[in-house]
C-alpha cells in the first residue's frame, strides 16, 4: 500500500476521532453527563465501583452491595469490565480524568472507536479505490454505534470484537495464513468476547 494512502487513511481517521470529541465534548471534556437508560440503572454503578476499586489499587472481586457481600461479582464480566480496554482506561485515564463519570464516558467513547477502527479495517479490504475507503470513515463515525453506548450497553458488547474475528478468520482461511500468531490471536479474541454474555 502506498505511503500516501495511509497517510490519508490515518488523517481522515484522526480527525473523525477529533470531530467525535468535538460533538461529545461536554460528556468528554466538561463532565456533562448524558447517563440514561441501561447506563444509569445497570452500568454506570457497576463500573464505578469496578473503576474505584482499580484506583484504591484493589481488585473487584467482592460485591458489598448485594445479598450483604458476595465473593466474585459476575456482572463485572458480563459488561466486560475486565476487558483490556476498561482495564486501560481506568488505568490511565485516572491521571487526566478525576471524576469516575468522566472516566466512563471515555470508556464508552474508546469502546466506539475501537468498533470503528475494527470495521474499517475488514471493510476497506473489499473497497477498490482510495475514495471508498476514506468515504467509510465518516460513515463510520457518524453511526449510531457511536452514540449508542452512552444510552444503552447491548449493542458495543453485541460486536466489539467481531470486525477484528473476522478479519483473523479471512487470514485463517481465506487467505490460508495458518500461523501459531493467527490461531493464537482467534483464541485469545473469543476468550475476551466469551467474558460477556451479551457475546
Known sequence: MP???????FSSFALGVAVCINLFREWLIQGSTILSHDNFYWNYPIFHFFAENLILGQI????????????????????????????LSVGIG???????????AWFRFIQSVILAAGAFFYLRRHCTTLVSKLILIPALFLSSWMLGPFRSDGLINHILWVPFLLLICDELFLHKKQTWLNWLLLGGLIGINLQSYFF
Do not use: S
Open 3 to 9: 505511503k500516501r494512502t495511509r497517510f490519508l487513511e
Open 60 to 87: 473487584p472481586w467482592w460485591n458489598p452491595l448485594d445479598h450483604g457481600g458476595e465473593p466474585f461479582y459476575p456482572a463485572l464480566m458480563q459488561i466486560r469490565l475486565f476487558d483490556p480496554v476498561a482495564l
Open 94 to 104: 485516572k491521571y487526566f480524568e478525576p471524576h469516575i463519570t468522566g472516566l466512563y
